[in-house]
């Protein structure tokens, strides 16, 4: 038990580090799973067929893969990333924007096509439409899936502990080396500091699908 | 040019065409649902479609601001052909207002923002000048002190009030109603039809698709009765609820005034 104590600096930087790959991926997978949710209900077929393509590539694809792809393949292709965080980040985000254009869309088609229909039959273009009226709505039933896809995120952060970056999972690996009484202890501690960032997620999800879901 | 009084009488002084529909065709899948339909509405016309369920009514409609694609046939909305897409056709959809029998408030905007979302988004308004006209159409149509409310919180009568302002928000040249009163209890059906009449009578240009047979006695110059996708019969309202020529008309009368 001390020596989970003495371990607490080593936990905190795998935490930091966790932490920061799962916000900066988590962001980033939010910003272009809605850009890709909005492809797949483009009037533009290619837009449509791109956006498919590249969804059923993420979901399909384990992530172990991915990260090989970018950690691995690309740079022996000739592209050179920085090694850690920087293929990390990008493995996390290409998979994950899967999994948030899936929710996002089933959103949008969960808004009454009235909405849409009213919204254009005041002159608004295609993309205001979306914008103005079917996308906000469309997030109101969207958050709990969202958040599930981002506390899975939380846990597939753990998959670069295989590629030479040292979060959580990686660290608790470490610890149960360095301190092998203890394995159980440096795991609980690691599961801990998981839960540390997944809990709040789930309450923050609560508190704002209460918030959100004031009204139709 | 305001018609008022009788609206036989205000017949003669109704404008150039406004909507012009030619040899319009549309299918879904196997099924033809507008057959050859040639239409003329003129500037202040207040048009009547009546007909059977499944005749076509809505589907003519929405094909006149397009929310239906057509399969051949030309709609022209004053003088200009009706695009197929783009910035054209939101631009065209704005000169169009459109009142839904399920009325469509945007649920996540309050009452005052449903009416001000199109003239600052499609006409480029100011807020303030948006929200002072908006205010006006809402004290017009009877609401003004709804305006900070959800769409959720009012009566059916009430958001569907709301949405004629929303529609009229836009300036329209021309308004389609889609059974605006169908989807309402008996005792809101005559708020949403009086803001109508009024309407009527200030020379706007209408289509209505309505079974509300005293809307049209009152409002309506012309009735076009509408059958599997036809139009069967046109004629002036009185002549069409007292002495309807074709049996199908007789037929579907009938049935309607023993209710
Ligand atoms: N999106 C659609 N896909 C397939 N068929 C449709 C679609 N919309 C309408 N129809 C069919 O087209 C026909 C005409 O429909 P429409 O809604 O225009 O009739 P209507 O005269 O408005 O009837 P109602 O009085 O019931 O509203 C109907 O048989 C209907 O089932
Ligand atoms: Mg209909």
């Known amino acids: 038990m001390d020596s989970v104590i003495e371990a607490l600096p080593k936990f905190w930087d795998g935490f930091t580090t966790t932490l920061f790959l799962a916000v900066v991926s988590g ?33 399909n694809t384990p992530l172990t893969l991915v990260f090989i792809f970018f950690v691995f393949i690309l740079p022996s292709m000739g592209y050179i990333l920085p090694l850690g965080r920087v293929p990390a980040i990008i493995a996390l985000t290409v998979y994950t924007s899967a999994f948030v254009c899936e929710a996002v869309r089933s959103g949008i088609n969960s808004v009454n096509v009235g909405q849409a229909e009213a919204a254009r039959a005041i002159g608004l273009g295609s993309n205001q439409t979306l914008s103005l009226v079917v996308l906000p709505q469309a997030l109101r039933t969207v958050v ?42 440096m795991l609980l501690g690691v599961a801990f500091f998981y839960l540390v960032i997944t809990i709040p997620s789930g309450t923050l999800a609560g508190y704002i699908e209460r918030k959100v879901v004031f009204s139709r | 040019m305001e018609h008022s009084g009788s609206a036989t009488a ?156 929303r529609a009229l928000a836009m300036r329209p040249k021309v308004m389609l109603f889609d059974e ?37 006695r009152k409002a309506a110059h012309r009735v076009v009765f509408m059958d599997d996708g036809l139009i069967v019969e046109e004629a002036e309202p009185e002549k069409f609820f007292t002495d309807p020529t074709s049996e199908r008309a007789q037929d579907f009368l009938s049935k309607i005034l023993t209710h």
């Open chain 1, 27 to 59: 962001v980033l997978s939010l910003v272009f799973g809605t850009i890709l949710a909005t492809f797949r209900v483009s009037p533009l077929k290619s837009l449509r067929i791109v956006g498919a393509t590249l969804v059923e590539i993420g979901r």
């Open chain 1, 144 to 185: 709990p899936p969202l958040i599930n896809v981002l506390i899975a995120l939380t846990k597939n952060t753990s998959v670069a502990a295989g590629f030479a970056v040292v979060e959580l999972t990686a660290t608790g690996r470490g610890l149960a080396r360095d301190y092998p009484p203890d394995v159980i202890w």
């Open chain 2, 10 to 165: 205000a017949n003669s002084r109704l404008g150039k065409p406004l909507v012009e529909l030619k040899g319009v065709n549309k299918h879904f899948g196997e099924l033809h649902v507008l057959k050859d339909i040639d239409l003329t509405v003129r500037r202040g016309e207040v048009l009547v479609v009546i007909g059977p369920s499944g005749s076509g009514k809505s589907t003519l409609c929405r094909a006149i601001n397009r929310l239906e694609t057509i399969d051949d046939g030309t709609i022209h909305i004053d003088g200009q052909l009706l695009p197929e897409e783009g910035k054209g056709l939101a631009q065209l959809r704005a000169d169009v207002g459109m009142v839904f029998q399920s009325f469509n408030l945007f649920a996540h905007k309050t009452v005052l923002q449903n009416v001000m979302l199109g003239p600052i988004k499609a006409r480029g308004l100011k807020t303030a000048a948006a929200k002072e006209e908006a205010m006006g159409l809402l004290d017009r149509v009877g609401v003004a002190n709804q305006s900070h409310k959800m769409p959720a919180q009012l009566s059916g009568g009430q958001q569907q009030r709301v949405a004629i302002a």
């Open chain 2, 180 to 216: 605006p009163t169908s989807a309402l209890d008996p005792e809101m059906i005559n708020e949403v039809l009086d803001v109508m009449v009024q309407l009527a009578s200030e020379g706007m240009t209408m289509v209505v698709v309505t079974h509300e047979m005293g809307f049209a």
